[in-house]
């Protein structure tokens, strides 16, 4: 990106009357010594954005739309603190959304400017950072291992490994973490960092990319009133290095909100009510005859005076007198468009002719990835599979349900003998098998769409690929679940006592992993369809019940009525029944005892199953790549699914 010089910098700082500029300020370095860490630095590369005649109209159901923000213009430079404020229902989220490239549907009309050109967002996405309102991460990783992750996705790959040490150490320091780098996140079922400190480590996650712009959605939600005092602080520091910060809040106490830099105040109608340094607002508001009865707290005071109770004019409530008039809100608006609002487009423009000739970017910074796509798929798949090992309901439950189910089949089906019972118990024993394993990962769904939260949020501050996130997801999966499968397999096939060889059994274990697979590319292609977990969760079922009927042992193939027979070719559970029956029974020869009649008791196994379920050894090795080709399918689809319902979605 083009740097802006001291002296354009300078003049940038007088078109916004900026009269506490201190051009150096804009190129200014952090350093850290102690004990441990060599000097430190970090920079922000300079870039100010600004917008004019902003609206924004959400489409609502039968065609109709809604107009949420009407009109805004304003403009926030390098180094700056923006405060977003309003009443409930404002439209404050929109705005920082549509500021931070995150808003999804509606209209935006309007300009809106990044160093004087129109939004790049490859370029946008590389140079920003964004955080939530929700802190979304992943709880079994430590502070430090949450956030080294985060560089090694977005820092260019001349970066080095002790670098990356160097500035997650600098960033945890900055942010006042570094004394809970070793604690995990936590979950629900270990304990973790506080909400003070996840809301850090969550802003450090973005921090540590080195980023122009942060944008922060009602940062202080939820925390008490010195943390988010403390948060707040930490982020006015940031604006000394060059970061610009903007941010939507909520009702902020007085010592925050004068830590503001610049301050744009919207109205119960989505109106601009005021935009400018945060302490002109109130001598704005007492030059229109509004001042306030107890002057406490600036915030409170302003929102109290564009806010609109739209239920007391519905109740016919009236003479509250801490309710301002309806038309009091639009009264102000009104005044500031026609004394401010000129002024400020004026310099919206000035900044847009002042970068005129400047190319806003190199082409090398076009893509929002820093790092190669092998890289990518290193780094989520590593990451993914440390939080999962470390989650005991993952790895030790998982164990041990399979190595108590397996145990509880095989102690009901025992070393199953080869008189004539023993053809339908090894059917039935089979089936149940590969129907536990088919069901095997529906306990996972809520997981992969946790998953999905992170990937979304990830994904659009250009972190990875979808591609690379959706390889690297199953190759962090794909080992812990054959290890569950095989302690499962194993338990259960000597215990019933299935053909003891070793080529029958890697064939009963593979052609299990087989639909073990089916399952789980199933399950990810279903929770990137569904919106949810209980649409997901009814979706999966039903679909793995469907594929049950047309195996072979509810019901005879060719007695199934046409209309449902189409389902047996799609049926991944049905071809992986049948290659367990013919790895099994291949080679088997039952004793008929008195039995002579081959109509009652069929000696050869592979006959038996043959006249029974219409099995045929010829389609053996098909069975097991249709198999094969089902699970490629489900992945295919998955990842389709992923990149055309789900990579829009979130902010």
Not at 4 to 30: C, F, G, I, M, W
Not at 430 to 446: E, I, K, P, V, Y
Request: some cysteine; hydrophobic content about 45%; aromatic content about 10%.
């Amino acid at each position: 990106m083009a740097h802006p010089t001291p002296s354009k910098t300078s003049e940038l700082a007088s078109l916004l009357n900026d009269r506490s500029h201190n051009p150096n300020r804009y190129s200014a370095q952090v350093s850290i010594n102690d004990d441990h860490h060599q000097p430190s630095a970090f920079t922000a590369v300079q870039v100010s954005m600004s917008w004019m005649d902003l609206c924004y109209e959400a489409q609502l159901k039968k065609g109709e739309t809604k107009k949420i923000l009407n009109g805004i213009s304003g403009h926030v430079a390098s180094g700056q603190m923006l405060a977003i404020l309003g009443p409930s229902g404002a439209g404050k989220t929109t705005m920082l959304d549509i500021l931070a490239q995150r808003q999804k549907g509606g209209i935006v009309t309007g300009d809106l400017l990044m160093n004087g050109h129109p939004v790049n967002q490859g370029v946008f996405r590389r140079v920003s950072a964004y955080v939530q309102q929700e802190d979304i991460l992943h709880g079994y990783l430590t502070v430090k291992e949450t956030i080294t992750y985060a560089a090694r996705l977005r820092t260019p790959e001349t970066v080095t490994r002790p670098e990356i040490d160097q500035k997650v150490q600098l960033v945890m320091k900055m942010l006042g973490i570094d004394h809970v780098q070793d604690r995990k996140i936590g979950s629900e079922f270990v304990r973790g960092v506080s909400g003070g400190e996840k809301k850090r480590c969550a802003i450090a996650v973005e921090l540590v990319t080195n980023p122009s712009l942060i944008f922060l959605d009602e940062p202080t939600t939820g925390l008490d009133t010195f943390t988010a005092m403390h948060l707040l602080t930490i982020l006015k520091n940031l604006t000394k290095i060059g970061v610009t910060v903007v941010f939507s809040i909520h009702q902020p106490r007085s010592s925050i909100f004068f830590l503001f830099d610049t301050l744009l105040l919207l109205n119960g109608f989505g109106e601009e009510a005021f935009f400018g340094p945060a302490g002109e607002a109130m001598p704005f508001m007492q030059s229109l005859g509004i001042s306030a009865i107890r002057p406490d707290n600036p915030a409170d005071f302003l929102l109290d005076s564009v806010s609109v109770v739209r239920a007391a004019e519905e109740l016919n409530i009236e003479d509250f007198p801490f309710m301002p008039p309806r038309t009091q809100s639009q009264d102000i608006a009104a005044a500031f468009r026609s004394t401010k609002l000129g002024p400020i487009n004026d310099q919206v423009l000035a900044i847009k002719k002042l970068y005129a000739a400047d190319s806003l970017l190199p082409e090398a910074m076009s893509s929002p990835y820093f790092r190669s796509f092998g890289t990518q798929i290193i780094v989520v798949s590593s990451r993914s599979f440390l939080n999962k090992i470390r989650d005991p309901v993952a790895t030790v439950v998982a164990i041990i349900v399979a190595i108590i189910f397996a145990t509880l089949v095989g102690s009901i089906y025992f070393r199953l003998g080869l008189e004539i019972t023993g053809q339908q118990d090894r059917m039935g024993v089979l089936f149940f098998l590969t129907m536990n394993t088919a069901f095997s990962n529906l306990g996972s769904l809520a997981m992969f769409l946790f998953d999905r939260s992170i990937y979304v949020r990830e994904h659009r501050n250009g972190m990875y690929r979808p591609s690379s996130y959706y390889i690297g997801k199953i190759l962090q999966d794909v080992p812990l679940g054959i290890c569950v499968n095989f302690v499962f397999s194993t338990i259960a096939y000597f215990m019933v006592g299935l053909q003891a060889t070793a080529e029958k059994f890697f064939m009963f274990f593979l052609i299990c992993t087989l639909v073990m697979l089916n399952s789980y590319t199933l399950c990810m292609f279903v929770s990137n369809v569904a919106k949810n977990y209980q649409v997901a969760n009814v979706i999966a079922p039903l679909i793995l019940v469907l594929f049950l009927l047309p195996s072979g042992f509810l019901i005879n193939l060719n007695s199934i009525p046409i209309i449902w027979r189409w389902i047996k070719y799609i049926s991944f559970f049905r071809y992986g029944f049948e290659a367990l029956v013919l790895n099994e029974f291949d080679g088997l020869t039952f004793n008929c005892g008195a039995i002579a009649n081959l109509t009652l008791c069929q000696p050869d196994g592979l006959l038996f199953v043959e006249n029974q379920f219409g099995f045929q050894k010829s389609d053996f090795n098909s069975a097991i790549y249709i198999t094969a080709g089902c699970c490629v399918g489900y992945a295919v689809l998955g990842y389709i699914c992923l990149r055309l319902f789900r990579t829009g979605e979130g902010k």
